[in-house]
């Protein structure tokens, strides 16, 4: 089964995403993650790629998209994926179809966990002591949600017309959240 996780910064994606990698034996494929591997380990890459992500913007979906193309064609976590942080625009979404399709594989359900900004900004602020991540301050965080609005509608609208969204309050407590999606999950794997 593959799931795509999607939502605004501070949704709880990386959260929710761990918790499922333990409960169905998924494997995680978070391109933030990655990205800033890459800032991380001064690679070519990162160095073109940190102003753009500690400014709040996205990074090009030619980036991403070479990315999890290496992922998504490994053999080892086929069919068992779960996709946070991508596709985050309409392009990218069309493009990892084409690229499951590709390697015989799809899309068995999203996940869109929502969240208000209000909550994203109390969230960032607190994931900021324990994570130290560069763009986890308030201004950057309200860009970033600002980013997610402008290109979400798009994703979203695309996955409903698929018949693939399943919507969750992130709001809700953790562990309310956890058995909510686990519930939606079980009942597509039947
Ligand atoms: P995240 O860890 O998912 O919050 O991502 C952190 C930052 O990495 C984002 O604000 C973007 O700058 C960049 N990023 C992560 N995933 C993507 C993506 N799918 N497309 C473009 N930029 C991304």
Redesign the pocket.
Same mark, same amino acid.
């Given at each position: 089964m593959n799931i795509v996780i999607f939502g605004p *910064?501070g949704a709880g994606?990386g959260t929710q995403s761990k918790f499922l990698v333990q409960k169905f034996n998924l494997n995680q494929l978070?391109?933030?993650?990655l990205?800033r591997k890459e800032i991380k380990n001064n690679t070519d890459l990162g160095k073109k790629i940190s102003s753009?992500?500690n400014s709040?913007?996205?990074?090009s979906?030619e980036i991403?998209g070479n990315l999890i193309e290496k992922f998504i064609s490994d053999e080892k976590v086929k069919n068992n994926i779960i996709f946070?942080?991508? *596709?985050?625009?309409l392009n990218?979404a069309k493009n990892l179809e084409e690229l499951l399709k590709k390697n015989n594989q799809k899309i068995d359900i999203v996940l869109k966990l929502s969240v208000s900004l209000e909550i994203v900004k109390k969230r960032i602020s607190e994931r900021k002591n324990q994570e130290k991540r560069a763009?986890d301050n308030e201004e950057i965080a309200i860009k970033?949600y600002k980013?997610y609005e402008q290109s979400s509608a798009q994703v979203l609208e695309h996955y409903k017309q698929l018949n693939l969204l399943k919507i969750v309050n992130g709001e809700a407590s953790i562990s309310e959240i956890n058995t909510e999606i686990s519930g939606l999950i079980e009942a597509i794997k039947g």
């Open positions: *910064p994606k978070s391109t933030g993650d990205l753009i992500i709040g913007e996205l990074v979906d991403v946070d942080g991508y *596709p985050r625009t990218q763009d970033r980013t």
